[in-house]
């Protein structure tokens, strides 16, 4: 390599390490700031169901949603899942292949699932609210995979639209980075009405609720 080459090359690196440096924080959960109301978890489960996906309630245990969790990736017949790091350990089946964080698009597309929290829902509308948060990984995971397997906490489910965006934009406010808003799998349709599904994302999603202990959905 000539010394030409070698001196743009770190000015190159040099350049990378210091944007990669001011990468904003990863954002704390968004706080719900009130008990859930069983209304707003029950319209939230409806409407979710609406959109084609697959919602299964569980109860507020570990083992409950961990059983639920292998229940929809089997449903799939999924294995090699792709899971963020810090989605904790008690709640991953212990029969499925995690891979954590991978990177490569290329090995994104050829898994058969990926496993998520996610940050708030909104039972107006069926939306769940990613923000990169613990638990959600990066936003490629959860664009890339054909199966989305996303665990809600029914104390993160709002009302609707109203009560979300202020929630919203104080994660995008501290954290900077971008929120992904999950309303159903991806479908879209062309102009003759023909529905595509799995062009901008998952075709399939699998909802699992945690409900709180005192409420029953």
């Known amino acids: 390599m000539s010394d030409a080459s070698a001196t743009a090359r770190a000015e190159i690196l040099q350049r990378i390490r210091s944007a990669l440096s001011d990468a904003p924080a990863i954002p704390a959960p968004l706080a719900v700031e009130r008990p859930p109301r069983e209304a707003d978890v029950g319209l939230f489960v409806e409407r979710v169901a609406d959109y084609r996906a697959t919602v299964t309630p569980c109860g507020p245990s570990d083992d409950e949603v961990r059983d639920a969790i292998a229940a929809a990736f089997a449903r799939h017949g999924a294995r090699a899942i792709a899971v963020p790091h810090d989605f ?99 479908a879209t349709s062309d102009i003759e009405l023909d529905r595509v599904e799995g062009v901008h994302g998952p075709r399939r999603l699998e909802v699992v609720v945690r409900q709180e202990a005192e409420l029953g959905v």
């Open 88 to 186: 904790p350990a008690t709640c991953r089946p212990e029969d499925l292949i995690y891979y954590e964080d991978p990177a490569d698009p290329r090995a994104l597309g050829v898994l058969d699932g990926v496993l998520t929290a996610s940050a708030l829902g909104i039972a107006e509308t069926g939306t769940i609210v990613l923000n990169g948060g613990p638990g959600q990984g990066a936003r490629q995971l959860t664009l890339l995979p054909d199966l989305h397997v996303c665990v809600v906490d029914a104390s993160t489910i709002v009302a609707g639209v109203a009560e979300a965006t202020p929630l919203m934009h104080a994660a995008v406010a501290r954290g900077g980075r971008p929120l992904t808003l999950i309303s159903g799998p991806s």
